[in-house]
């Protein structure tokens, strides 16, 4: 669910980033700054990276990580787990559907160049067919009406054969897999209709600058503009908006701004993408390894009157080692049910102070999750038995510490 989250996000964002440059002429920039933008919705959510903040205290104890797991603790109740079930079987059926129909469109397009047959020509495949509705083609087949003018046949090739020379199936191929991922995102059906215009002004400027006239090629247009039937997976001779479309035609240059908008919208595109990968450190710091680490002490003193140290030439220790800490955590600590039927996952940091007799003291939250979880931890740390205390110059100290608690429901 996180990675359908992402990448609708990054498909929205790529999405409005695209409207400073839609109305500009460079048609082969805007191909590929659509196609990048929907392998990124693709790749991207699939990785992250932390972004590393600078540790004030080097000395630094690494434990196996305290992970307090939902499953040793409880199971999700159940009312939340129905919710989440039907939410997941509602997405896949959608997807099912729509993988149903992209197969069944397919499944039409290659029987009826089978029922048609095919004529093998030089790059591509042309198909003669009875259908009266406007030529297409998908991927090197081109289908074309038997019975159209060969004037108009000629100029629709040309046109057909730069969607093919141009691989402009792969793109809607990769279009229609964003789309079945996320059919609930009414932008990505928006998106698959810019890629499909960006397709149609690249053909039509092949086709005129291979000396069709433009006049008469504007008026087959209108011609098959009242033709329009054919699938979504094809590329088709007269599919996009005629309004847009003949502009982009008439247009004779791009605005003196268009390379100044296209690197603002490179620019912004960069600062999005790195805001979606990356995670703060806050957040994920300590959470695999659940390192206890020396921290700055909140107080000058201790409950002893002793000086609290951030670090010490020897460290306080747990009896028995990290192992027996981790035990004695796992073994105390309950998982809040208020935070379970929330689903309320995350790290709490407790920092305390080891004072120079070993006990635990001035026990706080440094950071929390809420539901419950803070207290919890808290109070399995305040139960905690004397440590082996810390040593600075020979002679017993007070430290500060903190220890990272994950709650988990995986």
Not at 109 to 126: F, T
């Amino acid at each position: 669910m996180i990675y359908i989250f992402k990448s609708s996000f990054i498909i929205t964002g790529v999405f409005l980033l695209y409207q400073l440059l839609k109305n500009d002429k460079n048609f082969i920039r805007n191909r590929i700054f659509l196609v990048i933008g929907l392998l990124l919705s693709l790749v991207l959510p699939l990785f992250s990276y932390t972004l590393s903040q600078p540790i004030a205290i080097s000395n630094t104890y690494t434990l196996e990580p305290i992970t307090i797991n939902a499953k040793q603790v409880n199971t999700i109740v159940q009312q939340n787990f129905n919710f989440f079930r039907i939410i997941l079987i509602v997405y896949f059926l959608g997807i099912i559907i729509f993988l149903i129909r992209d197969g069944l469109q397919i499944y039409k397009l290659l029987s009826m160049a089978k029922r048609s047959g095919i004529v093998g020509e030089k790059g591509y495949k042309l198909v003669f067919t009875k259908d009266t509705g406007s030529p297409f083609s998908f991927f090197n087949m081109i289908f074309i009406n038997k019975q159209i003018d060969k004037n108009e046949a000629e100029t629709i090739l040309v046109h057909e054969q730069t969607h093919v020379k141009q691989r402009h199936s792969l793109d809607v191929l990769l279009m229609e897999i964003v789309v079945v991922l996320q059919w609930f995102n009414p932008i990505a059906w928006y998106y698959r209709t810019l890629i499909r215009e960006v397709h149609e002004y690249l053909a039509d400027s092949a086709t005129l600058r291979n000396g069709i006239e433009k006049a008469g090629y504007l008026q087959l247009l209108f011609a098959m503009a009242l033709k329009v039937k054919s699938a979504d997976l094809s590329n088709s001779f007269c599919q996009i908006k005629l309004k847009r479309r003949l502009s982009m035609i008439s247009k004779n240059c791009n605005s003196r701004f268009s390379g100044l908008k296209f690197v603002l919208s490179i620019s912004l595109l960069l600062m999005f993408l790195w805001v979606v990968s990356c995670e703060n450190a806050d957040k994920n710091k300590a959470i695999s390894d659940a390192s206890l680490s020396a921290v700055p002490p909140s107080t000058s003193t201790s409950m002893n009157n002793d000086k609290v140290l951030a670090t010490s030439e020897k460290m306080p220790a747990y009896q028995g080692g990290d192992k027996a800490l981790v035990k004695f955590i796992m073994d105390n600590i309950k998982y809040p049910q208020a935070a379970k039927e929330k689903g309320i996952m995350g790290t709490v940091y407790i920092s305390f102070v080891v004072e120079s007799d070993g006990t635990v003291a001035d026990v706080k939250v440094d950071k929390g999750i809420g539901s419950g979880c803070d207290e919890e931890a808290m109070r399995v740390v305040k139960l905690m038995p004397k440590w082996v205390p810390g040593q600075d110059a020979g002679k017993n100290v007070s430290v500060a510490l903190k220890l990272p608690i994950k709650f988990s429901l995986n």
